[in-house]
C-alpha cells in the first residue's frame, strides 16, 4: 500500500519537476534528490502516519465487515450444580453445545456494509495520496522560491557592483 502511493509521488514528481521547468528557470535538484527529499518529507511529517494508520483502521473494519458473510460457530459449556447437593454431581449436570448461526436473510444489509467498508479504504487511500501529493507541491514551491530569491540576490549583487562602479567612476572625475 505504502509502495504503491510512493510510486505515484515519485510519477507526480516527476510530471512536477517537468512543468516546473516552465515555472521555475531551470531543473534544481535531480530525480535522485527529489527522492531523498521526499522521502525525508515523508518521515517527518506526523500528519502522514495518521492518514496510514486510518488506512489500516479501514482495512480492518472492511475485515469485520466481510466476516459477517460467514456462518459463526459457537461452543458453550454449563455446569449446573446445586450447592446443597454437591455429592449427588453427576455427568447429567454437564452440558455442552456448539451453535451455528447464519444470517441468511441478511446478505443485503452485509453486502452494503461490505461495500460502505470498501469505499472508505478507498477514500482513506485517496486521502493519504493527497497530502503526499500536496507535500511534494509545497516542496517544490519551496526550491522555487529559494531559486526566485537567489535569482533576486544575484540581481542585487549585480546592481550593487554597477552602482560601486559607477560611484568610482563619479570619485574619479571629481578628482579630476
Avoid at 515555472?23 to 515523508?42: M, T
Avoid at 450444580?81 to 454431581?89: H, I, N, Y
Avoid at 487511500?125 to 509545497?138: G, H, P, T, V
Wanted: net charge neutral; hydrophobic share 45%.
Amino acid at each position: 500500500m505504502v509502495k504503491k502511493s510512493f510510486i505515484l509521488v515519485l510519477v507526480v514528481l516527476s510530471w512536477i519537476i517537468i512543468v516546473g521547468r516552465h515555472v521555475c528557470a531551470e531543473p534544481v535538484v535531480s530525480s535522485q534528490e527529489w527522492v531523498q527529499i521526499l522521502k525525508q518529507a515523508l518521515e517527518k511529517t506526523p500528519h502522514l502516519k495518521h492518514y496510514e494508520e486510518d488506512v489500516l483502521k479501514a482495512e480492518r473494519e472492511l475485515k469485520v465487515a466481510k466476516a459477517s458473510l460467514f456462518p459463526h460457530f459457537t461452543l458453550q459449556n454449563s455446569l449446573g450444580v446445586d450447592l446443597l447437593r454437591v455429592e449427588e454431581f453427576n455427568e447429567n449436570d454437564i452440558s455442552n453445545s456448539l451453535l451455528l448461526d447464519w444470517n441468511f436473510f441478511q446478505n443485503g444489509l452485509v453486502f452494503y456494509r461490505v461495500q460502505q467498508a470498501k469505499a472508505q479504504v478507498e477514500l482513506t487511500i485517496l486521502q493519504r495520496e493527497k497530502q503526499i501529493i500536496q507535500l511534494a507541491f509545497d516542496i517544490r514551491n519551496l526550491i522555487c522560491d529559494m531559486i526566485e530569491k537567489k535569482a533576486s540576490l544575484g540581481i542585487s549583487e549585480i546592481e550593487f557592483k554597477l552602482v560601486q562602479r559607477s560611484l568610482e567612476k563619479a570619485c574619479l572625475e571629481f578628482k579630476q
